[in-house]
């Protein structure tokens, strides 16, 4: 049974120095703490970079791109990785503090998971939420090319 997994966290982003820091804080609150953030900066013309430098924590991965759009980011993003497991982030998204812990117990309870799918909620200004869940228990990677039903 695994118990030290390793999550890559990847954060494109692209001015937005006014809301990064919530998420990042989120992810430093995690109950699990086997993790890297890495910040995949798209091009930003803002303070962006300054505010990620004010950070001291050396799981913080900055890097700087030509801007190339959101999925250009993440897939720069993947390259850089050094986990097990990938996450995306959006850098608006915010996590329970329980969300790697929650993540990790499904990997060891299911080993040799190649990829999988937590609940997860919209937040809207109103400060209303919205859960999601995944439609059936039983979707699998064809399912994906019929609908991508993940966040």
Same mark, same amino acid.
């Given at each position: 049974?695994k ?6 966290i ?13 998420g ?19 091009? @930003?013309?803002?303070?962006?970079e ?7 924590d050396?799981r ?9 759009e959101?999925?250009?980011a ?9 986990g097990e ?13 329980n969300?790697?812990e929650?993540?990790?117990?499904v ?8 990829w999988?799918?937590?609940k997860?909620?919209?937040g809207?200004?109103c ?11 039983t979707?699998?990677?064809? @399912? ?8």
């Amino acid at each position: 049974m695994k118990t030290n997994i390793l999550f890559s966290i990847i954060i494109p982003t692209y001015n937005r120095e006014s809301q990064i820091l919530v998420g990042i804080t989120t992810i430093l609150k995690q109950s699990y703490q086997n993790f890297e953030i890495i910040i995949v900066d798209d091009g @930003s013309t803002d303070n962006t970079e300054k505010i990620i430098g004010g950070i001291a924590d050396s799981r913080i991965k900055y890097f700087r791109k030509i801007n190339g759009e959101r999925g250009a980011a993440r897939n720069a993003g993947i390259e850089i990785a050094t986990g097990e497991y990938i996450t995306f982030l959006d850098s608006d998204d915010i996590l329970y503090e329980n969300h790697f812990e929650t993540a990790s117990t499904v990997i060891t309870q299911n080993e040799g998971i190649a990829w999988f799918h937590l609940k997860y909620e919209i937040g809207h200004k109103c400060k209303k939420t919205t859960p999601t869940y995944p439609k059936n228990e039983t979707q699998n990677e064809a @399912s994906l090319f019929l609908g991508n039903y993940l966040s």
